[in-house]
Structure formats: C-alpha cells, structure tokens
C-alpha cells in the first residue's frame, strides 16, 4: 500500500482524514522521527556507508581463502551473516548454474574487477562510502567507487531516455521513507563478489529509511522474471560517517584496472 | 556554392538576423565592458530554502565565441551586436568542413571533421554567440599568456621521453583515450560549439553538486569553508571547496596531479571559479587560473551558461572503451611485422 503525503493534498483535506493518514504513516514507520529539510522532507544529507560483507557475497557465508593465495591473509574473505531475507536467492535452474559458474571465475568476470559502474543496489553496500545531496527536486547520490552517480528524479515519475549501468530512478516519500523505483538497468553488472547475477529485466524498489540520527535502514526488493522464480529483498543498516570534515576523496579505479585489462597487450621488451 | 547557397538563405537569413536582434538586450546586459564583473539584479533571483541562490538545473555552455581571440582583432574585447548577427549569419550559412575567422565549431572545425555531422543531429542553425565577446578569455590580451620557459622545459622533457614509446603501453595513451580525464570533464570547464557539454547541477545544504554528463564526472563541493585536503592527496580533478561572496558561488581548487596538466599546468595550478546566475536562463561562469610555474600572469576567461533540457545520459566512457585494446593490439601487429622483416 502506497501512501503519498503531498503537501498540497493536506491543506484540502478535513482533520478528520490528516489524522488517519498520519495514523497509518506511523504505524509503517519505526518509531524514530528524522529532522526535516526546509521543505519539510526528511533529511538524509550526509555520508554513508554499508559495514557488512555484502559485497563479498549477499548470502551467508563463512571466511575463506582469498583469491591471491601468495598475499597472505591480505584479501582473504571475511565472513557475513548476509542480507538475503529468508537467506535463499530463489534462482531459475539455469540461472542457478550460471551463478556457480560466475562464482567459479569471479576475479575474471566480476565487473567491479574492471572497475565499471557498479549499477544498483550493488553501489549501496560496495566498501567505499557514498554521499546524498538532497533537494526538493531531485536527490543526487555520488559515489566514491568509479565516481559513480545517479539523479533521483522526485517530481513526476518519467520514463528512461536509454538502458545504463546506474538506471533510472524515479523516487517519492512514504512518510519517513524515500522510496525508488530503478529500471532500465544494463544486464552487465552484478550484485557482489560471489557471481550473484541479474538480466536486463531486473527491477529494484529501494527504500532508504532512517532509524536514529546516524543510521538509516536500507532495503532492496528485487525482481527479474528471466533470473529469479520470485521478487526477494534484501536489507541491511547504513551508517553516517560522523569525522569531522568527512569527504568522499576521488576513487577513478580505471587506472588500477588497466594492468588486468591491457596489461597483455604491452609491447615485449627486447633482448 | 557557398554563394548560392547564400542567396537562396536570404529571407532565412533576414530571420536569423531578426531573432539576434530580438536577443541582443539580453546579451548586451550580462556582458556590457563596463561591469568588471557579472551582477545579479537582486530580488528576481530565485534562492534555495536557505536563501541562497539556487542554481539548479542543467545547463549548457555551448557557444561560437572562441577561447582565444582572434589575431586580426588586436585588443577588440567586445563586437557590436551588429558584428555578432553578422558572424552568426556566416556561420550557420557555411559549408561543412569551412574555417570561419572568429568562431570555434566544434566538431564541425575543419581539422575535426571525421563523419557526416548531419547523420548526428548537427544542426548549424543552432550555433550561437552567448556573449559579444570576441574570445572567452577576458582582458586587452585575449589569449592564454605565453608559457614560461620552465613550463615549456617540463613538456618537452615529457614529450622526448614519450617519442617512440607511444604505442608501448596504456600508459603512454593519453588520459582521454583511457577514460581517466576526458577533454570537457576538464576543469576548469570550457566549452565548444556543438559537444556534449550538459551540466546538472543539484544542491543540498551546504554543498553543491556539479555533475557534468561527459564520462559522468562530479563535484560535490561543500560551501562550509573547510580547508584544502592535505597537499599530499592529489587527484585528477584536485580538491575543491566552496564558499559564497554575496550571490556568487566561489569554488577554489588546488592538490591537482602532475598529470592532469590543464594547458600544460604544473601540479600547482590553482583554479578559482564564479558562478553567477545573472537571469532566469543564464548563469555566468568566470574562472581564474594560476600556477607561477607555467605562466607569468594569472588569466580569466568568462562563458555564459544557457539553461538547457535534459536528459542528462549516463556517460560511461571507460565501460565501452574498446579504443586502448584495439590501438595496442595494432600496435603487437606490427610489432611482430616487422620483426619479421628485419630477420
């Protein structure tokens, strides 16, 4: 159920109906009420960061050796309780396959390897931290990894000009919670370091929902008819950075992908 | 040709000509020779909730005017709006691939020309003076101050250290084939006639995000006035923080790379960049840079920014590049050629 609190429909609306309204709101809403923005939105300005090993592998999973053996416990995989609701991803069979196979050659095909845009939700929980600039027409989301970026239009929802690796995001606000609607998502990216997959039918509704001053809850439900056999979710807390004078700093990885990509194509020294 | 195609544009032309006109009080206003500096008429400026002026929206730079002035026009700073209909008319009734004195086209310079530009919606109709400024740098000059002999030392060494090497590696590929630093994500942010050039520009309390459609590049600059990053974090685009003087947005940027060399910088370059939105649909753009190691005197140019439409597309450079691979992989091609040859 989709409750819009417009500004403009309270005013002609009778007490009577303001206060069901609000009645509802705070029964889906927790119990934490946010500051507001000068247009009286919830205010979630701020830098934020996932702390979990979602990236790693959305499901549970335990420590494991790394994919660079040689370097020691340097990158070697932490553990997750995951962020899988019901801990299942509900796979097609074929696409089940396909995920094992992903999981098999991920240092070669995992596309944050090669440092492209990490689409969504991937960029959410992805170790680097990420910034909302929040104004009453759009809520602009930066994102260290890649400079990665997205305008969340909050007008009246419109439609993609062309498929991207970030997609179209259509946002609104159910009560406390802003709710977006991400479409036209490119089939090349992935949800995490252990092969986790989608096409380009993917749909996610992401609902970004603060729970104290320094904390928001996120989840993400996800759908992709060619994929999974139904929608699933995950969710997870994301937390401000509180440093004083915190910044996101330039993470341009290309130049840190390049050796893996062209590095077999360098001339062959002579002698 | 160019001729007939001249008389045959005549009514047109007279059109054009009647809509410049039409224009010309506008233009005349935000660029007149006595304001050193642009001014907003107070009052009619739209303003964010916390009062200051709100600059939202996506904007574009294109326009004919060229960065560097024109040698035959000597210290001329300005055109008559005469003069500016004039050259407007030349160049929207020019041919593809023609040099026209005074005006920067883009992709439809004549050294640029590579496809038939009307395959991609280039319409020389559309080309526009934003200004009755003969060049977008400011002042008697005109044009960017000679290079000192130090800065022209540093790109020579560099430039002899790549000579022969410039198909070894991606390394050797300049930053705009890598996807690391397109030419317009550059800043300080300059314009051609007829790129890409869309800006979206969203603020938040206490920043303001500057996102340039080009390979998606944005700022996010915090208008608190914080200090600089510690000079031992460079970035490509530097580090840039904010502050407003008045009704202008002054964004100070310094902690560059070596490599991003705007012009042939130094890693010193220290770019101070205004914005003023000046009416509903234009806002002006004035920077400043400095660097004592690459030239003598600091310079400034100045670019109307015109609201424009979006959308604003996903640029993904890097994700489609397929240029570096292709160019060294001919590069081992002919490696191995003449390797043969020479046993």
């Known amino acids: ?271 | 040709m160019g001729r007939r195609l001249l008389a045959s544009l005549a009514a047109l032309a007279a059109v054009v000509l009647i809509a410049l006109l039409a224009q010309a009080p506008v233009a005349g206003q935000a660029t007149s020779p006595a304001a050193n500096a642009p001014a907003a008429k107070a009052g009619t400026l739209p303003r964010t909730a916390d009062g200051k002026p709100d600059l939202q929206g996506i904007w574009t730079d294109n326009t004919l005017t060229p960065f560097e002035r024109p040698k035959n026009l000597g210290t001329k700073e300005f055109y008559t709006e005469q003069e500016v209909a004039d050259l407007t008319k030349r160049v929207r009734e020019g041919q593809q691939g023609e040099r026209i004195e005074g005006a920067e086209l883009g992709a439809a310079n004549p050294q640029a020309v590579r496809y038939d530009l009307e395959l991609y919606g280039f319409d020389r109709n559309k080309l526009r003076y934003t200004s009755t400024r003969t060049s977008l740098i400011v002042g008697p000059e005109g044009v960017v101050p000679p290079m000192l002999p130090q800065a022209r030392e540093r790109m020579a060494t560099r430039a002899a250290k790549l000579k022969g090497h410039e198909f070894d590696s991606y390394e050797q590929r300049s930053l705009s084939e890598r996807c690391l630093l397109m030419g317009q994500e550059t800043i300080p942010m300059t314009p051609a006639a007829n790129e890409g050039n869309l800006l979206q520009i969203v603020q938040g309390p206490g920043y303001v995000t500057l996102l340039h459609e080009i390979d998606h590049s944005t700022r996010v600059i915090p208008t608190d006035g914080r200090p600089h990053l510690p000079q031992n974090i460079r970035q490509w685009q530097g580090d840039s923080v904010g502050h407003w003087e008045g009704d202008t947005l002054v964004v100070d940027t310094t902690n560059f790379t070596s490599l991003t060399a705007y012009r042939g910088s130094s890693e010193n370059l220290h770019l101070i960049e205004r914005f003023t939105r000046t009416a509903d649909d234009t806002m002006i753009y004035r920077f400043t840079v400095e660097d004592p190691a690459t030239w003598a005197t600091p310079w400034t140019a100045e670019i109307p920014w015109k609201k424009t439409k979006g959308p604003v597309y996903e640029y993904a450079c890097h994700e489609g590049n397929t240029m570096i691979s292709t160019i060294l992989r001919g590069a081992r091609v002919a490696d191995e050629e003449a390797a043969k040859k020479g046993k």
């Open chain 1, 1 to 271: 159920m989709r409750i819009r609190l417009r500004d403009s429909v309270i005013p002609g609306t009778t007490a009577a109906v303001f206060l069901l309204l609000a009645a509802i709101s705070s029964a889906q809403a927790p119990s934490y009420r946010a500051p507001r923005t000068a247009d009286g939105k919830p205010n979630l300005n701020g830098i934020w960061q996932a702390l979990n090993a979602a990236n790693w592998d959305l499901q549970g999973h335990a420590a494991a050796k790394g994919p660079a053996p040689l370097l020691g416990a340097l990158f070697a995989v932490p553990p997750g309780l995951g962020v899988v609701e019901g801990g299942e991803i509900p796979y097609l069979p074929a696409a089940a396959a396909k995920k094992k196979q992903n999981q098999a050659n991920w240092t070669t095909l995992d596309p944050e390897a090669k440092c492209y845009l990490p689409g969504v939700p991937r960029a959410t929980y992805l170790p680097y931290p990420f910034q909302i600039v929040q104004s009453p027409q759009n809520v602009l989301m930066s994102y260290e990894y890649a400079g990665a970026v997205r305008v969340v239009n909050m007008g009246v929802a419109t439609k993609a000009p062309a498929d991207s690796w970030m997609g179209w995001s259509n946002g609104h606000w159910e009560g406390d919670t802003l709710v977006i609607d991400v479409t036209s998502l490119l089939d090349s990216t992935w949800f995490d370091r252990a092969g986790n997959f989608h096409s380009d039918a993917l749909h996610v509704v992401e609902r970004y929902t603060p729970r104290s001053a320094d904390t928001l809850l996120y989840e993400a439900t996800i759908e992709d008819p060619k994929v999974f056999s139904r929608p699933w979710k995950i969710s997870m807390p994301l937390y401000r950075h509180v440093e004083k004078d915190a910044r996101l700093l330039e993470f341009k990885c290309v130049e840190f992908a390049e050796e893996l990509m062209y590095g077999s194509l360098r001339k062959k020294s002579s002698n």
